[in-house]
């Protein structure tokens, strides 16, 4: 009996997850939550029970905050990172996620998400709160004195 429900529970949640990342599913109804800092989003992804995950946008690397950053200039960098992506966030009128894939980690998603029509990786760049990066080593954000 126990083996029965558990086996039904476990149909189940592989059900909604093919639906939640089946490519044909809109993300046009997926809500942001909250910003985590300047590159990882929390969004709400509706499905028979909503699921919650973190996107982190694909193709760059923002500062680290205070307890990971390795000197305070990238904790000062990684909190402007973070506190550009949550005004946009604060002010969203439209989002749109793209390129939708599992980390290498499969813990989150990376995508690439525009804002209000604004890609934010990129806006990120040139403000100088974010690195174009595709996995290879990460540059320090230190001075190098």
């Known amino acids: 009996m126990k083996f029965g429900i558990i086996f ?21 109804n997926w809500k942001i939550i909250e910003a985590v800092d300047g590159d ?6 509706p499905a028979m029970m909503p699921l919650k995950y973190s996107i982190r946008i694909s193709g760059i690397d923002t500062p680290e905050k205070a307890g990971r950053a390795k000197c305070e200039q990238e904790a000062l960098l990684a ?11 604060k002010n ?7 390129n939708l894939k599992h980390d290498k980690y499969g813990g989150r998603l990376l995508a690439s998400v525009k804002i209000n029509n604004i890609d934010v990786g990129r806006a990120l760049q ?8 595709h996995g290879e080593k990460k540059e320090s954000w230190c001075d190098k004195r």
């Open 126 to 133: 040139k403000e100088g709160l974010a690195r174009i990066y």
């Open 79 to 89: 909190e402007k990172a973070s506190e550009f992506t949550k005004n946009l966030v």
């Open 92 to 98: 969203l009128k439209t989002f749109e996620i793209n």
């Open 40 to 45: 990882t989003l929390r969004v709400e992804i």
């Open 8 to 28: 039904i529970g476990i149909f189940c949640f592989w059900i909604i997850l093919a639906y939640a990342f089946n490519p044909a599913t809109k993300t046009s």
